[in-house]
């Protein structure tokens, strides 16, 4: 019974009231009307849905990032490290996610900002003149949401190649196979449903992210989950906020519905 | 490619600088902060002054040490607080629900399993908005028909409380019915067989079997709710919490006080850490 009042009062009902707010508008004379209004904000302003549009395609680019990043590691731990040092590596590697994602953040601002400490070796070697902006850019961004991410990935992927046997990779060598080929039809196929659980929680951390973008983004890169805070706190337009958090639960349930169709996986069991 | 074939010096070279690499990478942003916090600057940046401990203890006008500065001691307390009162009510229910889903066969199981996992694909900003909304109807609801003033509806420490619960739950169930899945049913059947009442069952049997996944779940519990800061942002009310606190300061210009917290969230979640990861080897190996 506590499970379902959990459930009910802290998951479906915010959420229906979510939507319900999102469909409120007040009209000139003040009254909250029923109305789409909020919506057709939403695809009237462009920078409302060119936001929508580029804060999906980052948070995809993020998520292969990450994947391209970590793969090799959980690869070598797995695979190719002796055994001795296995755990050490991996203790190593779950360190760093332990620490809030705020300081780890903070941690990349005292290193790439204008004053900080990279700038300060760059100079100090001779290597430039004056010191670079390093960070307030699409490029320092999308760095720290891949570093903010790549635990979430690592795991997954560490855990489903070690349940691959090495003798598939034996046998296949034996038969005459290169090493690409070994990759794309043994060890990528093997790893898939790792692959897909670690790209939906990186995904959706991304997309939900406010840190990472709000400190190490620049003025251009805004998130979208920014311009939901903007609504709630800055102008107080609550039933806006809703339709763009509205906008944003779709969207990010959307893209994980596609991944999963297009893999033919099944959410409870890429999750748990 | 792996242990036992046969491989080229270069690939492996090649394998152990790209990792080498990778752990500078995850490393240099955490020591770099650690070592500033000891720097004798007024700002989180090289050249490097002398070592000072000026940031923790100092309290003279230019420098207010940690242990010094009443705002960010209160929010770390805050922090504290929220995090005991999240761990316990997501190990309480989280547990229960890893007993429902494990044991239990009921109709609208699937949907209903459905349902409490969806927290880990809602954003923490939308689970945010959507609890503020939702309360705050409440809340409306309650003063208009009532005529009395709900405070745990309103942003508070208590409404933090209950978002952070809402979807860390989700986590403990994860953790707690992987445990449950190797349980041996019939353990506690043997033990019934032989007199012992239900609730005996469940203290000296299976709650003795699950410590190790509540232990751990607790830990994780604990971190999560402390670290929380896209759910939080929505509900806090006027007890701030540390990331929050932490966020406003970093945003509007910082000092080394930054670097000297983070400094001992580093060592104390390091310490955490090792202490679960011990206690887990050592329940393992039994």
């Known amino acids: 019974m506590p499970i379902f009042l959990w459930l009910f009062l802290l998951i479906v009902l915010p959420h229906i009231e979510l939507f319900l707010m999102s469909l409120k508008y007040e009209n000139d004379m003040g009254d909250m009307v029923w109305s789409l209004q909020n919506y057709g904000e939403f695809f009237a302003e462009e920078i409302y849905w060119l936001t929508f549009i580029r804060v999906a395609l980052y948070s995809i680019l993020v998520t292969f990032l990450t994947f391209v990043i970590t793969f090799p590691i959980a690869f070598y731990i797995t695979k190719i490290v002796s055994v001795k040092y296995k755990g050490f590596l991996i203790i190593l590697l779950l360190m760093p996610f332990w620490v809030s994602e705020l300081v780890r953040v903070y941690g990349w601002m005292i290193l790439l900002r204008e004053s900080g400490v990279i700038n300060y070796f760059l100079q100090a070697l001779g290597l430039i003149d004056k010191p670079i902006e390093m960070l307030y850019n699409d490029v320092s961004m999308i760095m720290g949401l891949v570093y903010t991410s790549m635990l979430f990935m690592v795991v997954p992927l560490i855990s489903s190649l070690d349940g691959m046997d090495d003798s598939y990779i034996e046998a296949a060598h034996d038969l005459g196979a290169s090493k690409i080929v070994i990759f794309f039809k043994i060890v990528i196929p093997y790893t898939a449903p790792g692959i897909v659980s670690g790209s939906i929680v990186v995904f959706m951390l991304t997309l939900g992210n406010y840190l990472t973008p709000n400190l190490m983004g620049g003025k251009n890169s805004l998130w979208f989950t920014e311009q939901i805070y903007n609504q709630f706190i800055a102008s107080f337009n609550w039933n806006q906020g809703a339709a763009f958090g509205f906008l944003l639960l779709i969207l990010s349930s959307f893209i994980i519905w596609l991944g999963l169709k297009l893999t033919k996986q099944n959410l409870t069991k890429a999750l748990s | ?286």
């Open chain 2, 1 to 286: 490619m792996i242990k036992s074939l046969p491989k080229s010096k270069f690939y492996d070279n090649g394998f152990k600088i790209y990792v080498v690499l990778f752990y500078i990478f995850l490393f240099s942003p955490l020591v770099i902060t650690c070592i500033l916090a000891f720097n004798d600057s007024d700002f989180p940046t090289l050249p490097w002054n002398g070592f000072s401990l000026d940031w923790f203890f100092s309290d003279t006008e230019q420098r207010v040490g940690l242990f010094s500065d009443s705002a960010n001691l209160k929010s770390i307390w805050v922090s504290i607080q929220t995090a005991f009162f999240v761990s316990i009510f997501s190990l309480v229910i989280g547990t229960m629900g890893a007993f429902l889903f494990e044991q239990e066969d009921f109709r609208f199981k699937q949907g209903l399993y459905f349902l409490a996992l969806s927290p880990l694909v809602i954003p923490g900003v939308i689970l945010g908005i959507s609890l503020l909304l939702a309360t705050n109807s409440a809340g409306t609801f309650v003063e208009e028909n009532f005529g009395f003033d709900f405070s745990i509806l309103r942003p508070s420490f208590w409404l933090v409380v209950l978002g952070q619960f809402a979807f860390i739950s989700t986590f403990v169930l994860l953790v707690v019915s992987a445990r449950l899945k190797k349980f041996d049913k019939s353990l506690e059947e043997a033990a019934l067989n032989l007199g012992a009442s239900r609730f005996d069952v469940i203290r000296l049997i299976t709650l003795p079997f699950l410590r190790p996944a509540l232990i751990g779940a607790g830990a994780v519990a604990f971190l999560m709710s402390f670290e929380n800061f896209n759910t939080t942002m929505f509900l806090i009310g006027s007890d701030t919490t540390l990331p929050i606190n932490l966020y406003l300061q970093v945003r509007d210009g910082s000092t080394p006080i930054i670097n000297a917290i983070s400094f001992l969230l580093i060592i104390s979640t390091s310490i955490l850490a090792i202490i679960n990861l011990i206690f887990t080897k050592k329940e393992n190996s039994r």
